[in-house]
């Protein structure tokens, strides 16, 4: 059986998207992770399977799914780019609202094929937290975008052990059971920043994360004294923004702004037994 499926990326954080507002496809994480594995599969950070949505508020619904075949809550990159695969194959052509699992996401369309997405309100702000790690006590922050991150700020990112620092606090006992995704951040100019990202379900350095650039921002906004908008440089090299409104002690009207590029079509066959369309 063949599944037709369209591949896209956002600040090169990329995704496998599937139309299946029929709810007809079943797949396991097994399956999920097979199809993002990049030397035997497509290759992707995750797979987002579109769906129609349960809240008559919202136009279209997904299942967001991490490479690892975990389901996740929220995922800023692949938000935009399931609005532009929803322009280029759906027929959606203005602004719209997406039911995720953290709530509902509204969707703008802007000019120059930047695509706004308007996160839900940022929970759990925690600022200088002393986090206990094999090189002492590290001041980190930590906040709730839609899914958890922690933010440290650092003095060179390129010089950071991300993937093996980035685990060690990803699976602290301070942030269990769930776990945190880890964001190393770098004052680079006037109200810009570069974010590494440690991405949980993926378990590995990401290209760009953008729940976590928004969590970054948030931070700098108040670490740091930064003013909306803030100007985020991934390791893809990519440039994402971030708007906010101040709002008493967080923000509201978050956004994160920025591309969503179509790479290529294909079809892939379900291998596992059981698996596949219902009938």
């Given at each position: 059986m063949k599944v037709r499926f369209a591949k896209y990326h956002?600040?090169?954080?990329?995704?496998?998207?599937?139309?299946?507002?029929?709810?007809?496809?079943?797949?396991?994480?097994?399956?999920?992770a097979a199809w993002c594995d990049r030397h035997r599969g497509i290759g992707a950070d995750g797979l987002i399977l579109v769906r129609l949505p349960q809240n008559a508020?919202?136009?279209?619904?997904?299942?967001?799914?991490?490479?690892?075949?975990?389901?996740?809550?929220?995922?800023?990159?692949?938000?935009?780019?399931?609005?532009?695969?929803?322009?280029?194959?759906?027929?959606?052509?203005?602004?719209?609202?997406?039911?995720?699992?953290?709530?509902?996401?509204?969707?703008?369309?802007?000019?120059?094929?930047q695509i706004a997405v308007q996160l839900t309100s940022p929970t759990d702000l925690r600022l200088r937290i002393q986090l206990p790690s094999r090189f002492g006590l590290?001041?980190?922050?930590?906040?709730?975008?839609?899914?958890?991150?922690?933010?440290?700020?650092?003095?060179?990112?390129?010089?950071?052990?991300?993937?093996?620092?980035?685990?060690?606090?990803?699976?602290h006992q301070l942030f269990a059971p769930a776990g945190t995704n880890v964001n190393f951040v770098q004052h680079?100019?006037?109200?810009?920043?570069?974010?590494?990202?440690?991405?949980?379900?993926?378990?590995?350095?990401?290209?760009?994360?953008?729940?976590?650039?928004?969590?970054s921002a948030l931070i700098a906004s108040k670490v740091l004294g930064f003013q909306s908008p803030v100007r985020v440089r991934v390791q893809s090299g990519d440039e994402l923004a971030v708007r906010f409104v101040p709002d008493q002690d967080g923000w509201k009207e978050v956004e994160l702004i920025g591309p969503a590029v179509h790479v290529f079509d294909g079809e892939v066959e379900i291998e596992e037994k059981g698996e596949g369309y219902e009938q």
């Open positions: 956002g600040a090169g954080n990329d995704f496998i998207l599937i139309d299946d507002r029929q709810n007809r496809l079943r797949l396991s994480p097994r399956q999920i508020e919202a136009n279209l619904a997904w299942d967001f799914y991490n490479s690892d075949g975990g389901q996740a809550e929220m995922c800023g990159n692949g938000a935009r780019c399931l609005a532009r695969f929803a322009r280029d194959r759906l027929g959606v052509s203005q602004d719209f609202t997406l039911e995720t699992v953290a709530g509902l996401v509204r969707i703008r369309l802007e000019e120059d094929d590290m001041e980190v922050h930590h906040l709730n975008t839609g899914v958890p991150h922690t933010v440290l700020f650092v003095g060179d990112v390129d010089r950071v052990d991300v993937v093996g620092l980035g685990r060690e606090i990803r699976y680079i100019g006037p109200n810009t920043i570069r974010v590494r990202t440690y991405e949980r379900g993926v378990e590995g350095e990401t290209l760009a994360c953008g729940t976590g650039v928004t969590a």
